[in-house]
């Protein structure tokens, strides 16, 4: 028998909440010796000055701005004053904060110089714009002739790209689940909510402004758990998903806004209804496979890094 689900009093609306998931986030997307690959194809050296845009709590300016020091300067910017405070006494913690400034400003109008900085560094701003390219542009405008451009994104194609032990979609189901996304997608971005496919164009778009010697990467860390969660790492990945799964808050607002995106995309309502009626369904089994140790699951972020050098 299914015990009852257990909540852990975790209100998904709530930003303190949401402010924690953002950075287990952002804390699992590269592993160090990825960080590290990645430090030497943006040719980051000490003295550097480095800006990380949209930086909210300065995830990018902490992790690869001590490849700066000694002598760099490193910059963060948000449009929430809120975020830089956290992301100063993040920087202050880790030993980076007498290098460290933090400045309020809009991602489409920096107050910055132009030729100022030899590393931009943009992680997951882009998928959230309108504009995109816009922002894009000014990165390049800021950076130094010969300063790298690196910015991270999601790079969702529609298809699945993770598996769960609740699961056993037939081809049918499969292939209209992916319809869904591809709308959702579609609307999403009709909606100016943003896109989150912005990864696979990044590439392209830094060629077409002159970029030099652009390349791309995909994150490599795979998270998965499996009866009986042995590992550390799945212990970490369990409670994580368990957190998510104990509030209806978070999918509650999820769902509403795929429904929306649906619409928008031009999906008539029988179709919304169903498309949300089967992820119901298949959230609740997801739960109870929680609740009572039998879930399994592995899953792959789509989620590129691509860089390129301002002529």
């Given at each position: 028998m299914?015990?009852?689900k257990k909540s852990v009093g975790l209100?998904?609306?709530?930003?303190?909440?949401?402010?924690?998931?953002?950075?287990?986030?952002r804390r699992n997307m590269w592993s160090p010796e990825q960080i590290g690959s990645l430090s030497a194809h943006f040719r980051l050296a000490p003295g550097m000055a480095l800006l990380d845009a949209g930086c909210g709590y300065g995830y990018s300016l902490r992790t690869f701005g001590p490849r700066c020091l000694p002598g760099g300067r490193l910059v963060g910017l948000d449009r929430e004053p809120s975020l830089l405070e956290t992301a100063a006494r993040l920087a202050k913690r880790e030993g980076i904060g007498s290098a460290a400034e933090f400045h309020a400003g809009d991602i489409f109008s920096l107050p910055f110089d132009t030729d100022t900085f030899d590393a931009v560094l943009m992680q997951v701003v882009m998928c959230h714009?309108?504009?995109?390219?816009?922002a894009l542009d000014e990165l390049i405008r800021v950076a130094k002739p010969g300063g790298?451009?690196?910015?991270?994104?999601?790079a969702v194609g529609g298809c699945p790209w993770g598996w769960d032990s609740t699961d056993r979609p037939t081809?049918?189901?499969?292939?209209?689940?992916?319809?869904?996304e591809l709308l959702s997608h579609h609307g999403r971005r009709k909606l100016g909510r943003g896109d989150w496919s912005v990864g696979l164009y990044l590439p392209a778009w830094m060629e077409q402004r002159g970029l030099?010697?652009?390349d791309a990467r995909v994150n490599e860390l795979v998270r998965w758990i499996a009866p009986p969660y042995r590992s550390p790492a799945q212990q970490v990945t369990l409670e994580n998903t368990r957190a998510?799964?104990?509030?209806?808050?978070?999918?509650?607002?999820?769902?509403?806004?795929?429904?929306?995106?649906?619409?928008?995309?031009?999906?008539?309502?029988?179709?919304v209804r169903n498309a949300m009626r089967s992820r119901r369904r298949r959230t609740t089994r997801w739960r109870e496979a929680m609740d009572d140790g039998t879930a399994?699951?592995?899953?792959?972020?789509?989620f590129w890094c691509a860089w390129g050098f301002k002529p």
């Open positions: 299914t015990s009852k209100d998904y609306t709530d930003r303190a909440v949401q402010d924690e998931i953002l950075i287990r986030q714009l309108a504009e995109p390219e816009r790298c451009i690196a910015v991270f994104d999601n081809v049918r189901q499969a292939a209209a689940r992916c319809e869904h030099r010697d652009v998510q799964c104990a509030d209806d808050g978070m999918d509650r607002i999820d769902i509403k806004h795929t429904a929306e995106q649906m619409r928008a995309a031009g999906c008539d309502e029988r179709t399994a699951f592995t899953y792959g972020g789509s």
